[in-house]
């Protein structure tokens, strides 16, 4: 199994520890409350050393870490890196705690215990679905290889949208800074926003990004996509106005204009022809661009 470079492994070290020591001053305020005690952040999923699509949503979910009675899912044996009874965030920072835990963000879906609720399983639906349909997968080695981040690596109980220091946090110095810096650690084919509104962050981020027109899918005219291009990362970019891993992709339970119901947008089936929906215009696009 191919590793990260040593320069790689050097950025991603210290990435990791300036996104700790901005979890323990979240600890030590306000956040406190809805912080998962014993987690640590996780600043990506999946193997970076191949070069991959990136998607972006928020942050680790709860569901990635807690049962629905508020326990852990698993121990220090799972997929992230737990904190030892008594071990601060403060003592975690040792070069061998630092690794071990870079090794699962690579080695994240390789691992029992991952969180395929919401990534999807192999040749299932959700991210997945959607995925396998623009020619890429998390799982299947023969496809484009996928990575996934968030803009906030820190785990929360509740969903960050119904946090309302959210908007504080998107505009600290960390928030402004810390995601740009970290997509300068990967390989990448491009860029996928999973939502309309990590379409809009990421437009507020990198204002070098010169978008096209949002345009609908055909067949799916209420799944709603852009196209992009970063300058300064060398990148295209796209916006899903949806979310391939929640259910009816956050369009509620209506139909379209001709008449499917937004429950077919979200089978499995659906979202791999969304997926090569996506793929034929990107391809199209950047034909007519040359």
Same mark, same amino acid.
């Given at each position: 199994?191919r590793?990260?470079?040593?320069?790689?492994?050097?950025?991603?070290?210290k990435?990791?520890?300036?996104?700790v020591?901005?979890?323990?001053?979240?600890k030590?305020g306000?956040?406190?409350e809805e912080l998962?005690?014993g987690?640590t952040?996780?600043?990506w999923?999946?193997?970076?050393t191949?070069?991959?699509?990136?998607?972006?949503?928020?942050?680790?979910?709860a569901?990635?870490?807690?049962?629905?009675d508020g326990?852990?899912r698993?121990?220090?044996?799972?997929p992230?890196?737990?904190l030892?009874?008594g071990?601060?965030?403060?003592t975690?920072?040792?070069?061998?705690?630092?690794?071990?835990?870079i090794?699962?963000?690579?080695d994240?879906?390789?691992?029992?215990?991952?969180y395929?609720?919401?990534?999807?399983?192999?040749?299932?639906?959700?991210?997945?679905g959607?995925?396998?349909?623009?020619g890429?997968?998390?799982?299947?080695?023969s496809?484009?290889? +996928? #990575?996934?981040t968030? %803009?906030? !690596?820190f785990p929360?109980?509740?969903?960050? &949208?119904?946090?309302?220091?959210?908007h504080?946090l998107?505009?600290?110095?960390?928030?402004?800074?810390?995601?740009?810096?970290?997509?300068?650690?990967?390989s990448?084919?491009?860029i996928?926003?999973?939502?309309?509104?990590?379409t809009?962050?990421f437009?507020?981020?990198d204002?070098?990004?010169v978008?096209?027109n949002?345009?609908s899918l055909?067949?799916y005219?209420?799944?709603?996509?852009?196209?992009g291009?970063?300058?300064?990362l060398g990148?295209p +970019? #796209?916006?899903?106005? %949806?979310? !391939?891993?929640?259910?009816?992709?956050?369009? &509620?339970?209506?139909?379209?204009?001709?008449?499917?119901?937004?429950?077919?947008?979200?089978?499995?089936?659906?979202l791999?022809?969304?997926?090569?929906?996506?793929?034929?215009?990107?391809e199209?696009f950047?034909?007519?661009e040359?």
């Amino acid at each position: 199994m191919r590793t990260l470079t040593s320069g790689q492994l050097k950025r991603a070290k210290k990435l990791l520890t300036e996104a700790v020591q901005h979890q323990i001053e979240l600890k030590n305020g306000r956040m406190k409350e809805e912080l998962i005690e014993g987690t640590t952040p996780v600043l990506w999923f999946g193997d970076a050393t191949k070069k991959s699509w990136l998607t972006v949503a928020t942050n680790p979910s709860a569901g990635q870490f807690l049962k629905k009675d508020g326990t852990l899912r698993f121990d220090s044996t799972g997929p992230f890196f737990l904190l030892d009874p008594g071990m601060s965030l403060e003592t975690y920072l040792t070069d061998d705690n630092l690794e071990q835990s870079i090794r699962k963000f690579n080695d994240y879906f390789k691992q029992k215990d991952i969180y395929k609720t919401w990534f999807g399983k192999e040749q299932g639906g959700k991210l997945e679905g959607f995925l396998n349909g623009l020619g890429a997968s998390l799982y299947d080695s023969s496809l484009q290889s +996928v #990575i996934h981040t968030d %803009f906030f !690596p820190f785990p929360t109980k509740r969903y960050m &949208g119904t946090i309302s220091m959210r908007h504080e946090l998107e505009q600290s110095v960390f928030g402004q800074t810390f995601f740009m810096k970290l997509l300068a650690l990967f390989s990448l084919h491009g860029i996928i926003l999973l939502g309309r509104e990590h379409t809009d962050r990421f437009r507020k981020l990198d204002s070098s990004t010169v978008w096209e027109n949002p345009f609908s899918l055909p067949d799916y005219p209420d799944a709603v996509v852009e196209f992009g291009y970063s300058a300064e990362l060398g990148l295209p +970019v #796209i916006g899903l106005h %949806f979310k !391939p891993s929640e259910q009816f992709l956050g369009l &509620g339970s209506r139909v379209d204009e001709n008449g499917r119901s937004h429950g077919t947008y979200g089978s499995a089936n659906g979202l791999r022809e969304i997926g090569q929906h996506v793929r034929e215009k990107l391809e199209a696009f950047y034909e007519a661009e040359d």
